[in-house]
């Protein structure tokens, strides 16, 4: 009986010797993972333009180079590949792929393609040619593009006529923009389809809207001499602006004799839209880049916020020689004194003695801050080329807010940040000015709050009528609001002239740099400007 126990073990074990045997050999023979799987990493790898990991996947030593040149050269933005399904037989695979290379300035090229494997080494690996990046790469060849580009296309003022010849007036070009060589940069930055030394858009609209305006060229993707792909190109497409050329020649007409740096800029209340702007000095765009403290045409933003909180036009105020907020002492322009008034005639008179106490005492500095902020202060001037942003920061004491209540102290606006208040003032809401009219808004209107307009026209009117803009000349039906805006150190300080209004659909905003006073010399050049207008208008 034991003999037979004995029998029973030894062939038990040698079952298992045999089974354990056979195992190995399987273990040492399966060929591991799959062509999908291998291909997958590759592209993936292919997709974030790691070489290193490609290189991994290959079943023997390659240079990957070749996918460098072809992104440089190409301008390749993102490569995305979807692959298909594996074919599979005898230790070698196939593995299709769709790659679509999205190239800059140009659009995407997709073609298809596969991918060679074999097993090395018990892996299935990349089994790597040049056709493994495309199927007509019989060697490394270098990458190159040839293009063939539309006639550019034209830019226009809202009547359609050409504004980018170069006959426009200086102003115009300032805001159109000129045709310049590209450089190496510019190549870098535009995309690869461009060549330095090719004309390109430089400054203003030209830049700004460079690839609406160039199209994109009919362009040959090639290796060597072989292409392997051509791309069809699309026309520019026109861009059309708001300038309206009677509203623009009146402009100039207005400043163009002035012996001082004049600027004005016109804007249509209902939509937003400019309707000119003129420098009468060349250079600095002094019209939407000019940083300048607005002076008392800020008191009608500073009037929009107390007519909110309650204060009517007939309401009783006071208007002395002095007053004092926040230990700053505050004097009127030429140290005028009214004594009582009514809040019309404070605004018509341009009383700071008025307007930086009524501020303390019913806005603070929260709600100034607010009110300005809804007539575009603080808000970037998005017109389709760069133009400075309007800026009030919050007072930190009372006397801060006493100084900004009649537009000095930290605020700094141009022209175009003026006209858009005069446009709000007119139509009852604030909107962002733009330049192309066609162009997303990235910003809302602002309605003006309930009831204000009309009170603000009625302010504005007086200061026309009987205030510091009567003997401007301005024509009836103007309504305006002058600004002696200081500048600079010391117990005498200059000053910038403007004067901010509408008349029927024509907003403006007039500066004249160290002008001196608004009224005297701001005012009178709107009166130009308006007399100057169609009467159709």
Known sequence: MGRTRTIVIVSTAAVVAVGAAAGGAYYLLHTRGTPGETAQRFTAAWQAGDQARMSAELAAPRELALYGRLREALGVESTRVTLGQPREGDDRATVPYTVTHRLKNLGDWTYDGELALKVADRHWKVDWSPAAAHPRLTSEAEFSLRTKWPERAPIVDADGERI???????????????????????????????????????????????????????????????????????????????????????????????????????????????????NNRGGFNRAVDGR??????????????????????????????YATVGGLRIRNSERAAYGKVTF???????????????????????????????????????????????????????????????????????????????????????????????????????????GVTKDMHALMAAVVTKGTAKAAGLPAGTRGKTGTAEYGTGPELDSHAWFIGFKDDVAFAVVVEGGGGGGKVAAPVAADFLRALPSSR
């Open 164 to 278: 980018d010849t170069g006959e426009a007036g200086g102003s115009v070009q300032q805001l159109v923009g000129f045709l310049d060589k590209a450089t190496k940069k510019d190549v870098r930055r535009l995309g690869s389809a461009y060549r330095a030394g090719q004309a390109i858009g430089r400054g203003g609209l030209q830049q700004t809207f460079e690839k609406r305006l160039a199209g994109t060229p009919t362009t040959e993707i090639r290796a060597g001499e072989t292409t392997l792909e051509t791309i069809e190109g699309e026309e520019g497409q026109a861009l059309t602006t708001s300038l309206d050329s009677r509203v623009q020649d009146a402009a100039v007409t207005a400043v163009k004799d002035l012996d001082k740096p004049a600027s004005l800029v016109a804007i249509r209340p209902g939509t937003g839209e400019i309707l000119a702007v003129v």
């Open 292 to 321: 300048y403290p607005p002076g008392s045409t800020f008191k009608a933003v500073t009037a929009v916020g107390l007519l909110a909180e309650g204060l009517r036009p007939g309401d009783t105020v006071t208007c002395p020689k």
């Open 344 to 450: 019309q005639d404070s605004f018509a008179y341009s009383c700071n003695t008025s307007f930086a106490p009524l501020a303390q005492q019913r806005l603070g500095a929260d709600k100034l801050l607010e009110t300005a902020e809804l007539v575009g202060f603080n808000t970037a001037m998005d017109i389709g080329l760069p133009a400075t942003e309007p800026s009030l920061p919050r007072a930190e004491s009372d006397a801060e807010l006493a100084a900004e209540s009649f537009g000095q102290g930290r605020i700094t606006a141009s022209p175009l940040s003026m006209a858009s208040v005069a446009a709000a003032l007119a139509d009852g809401t604030w909107r962002p000015p733009t330049l192309v009219p066609d162009q997303p808004r990235k910003v809302q209107p602002r309605p003006l709050p309930d």
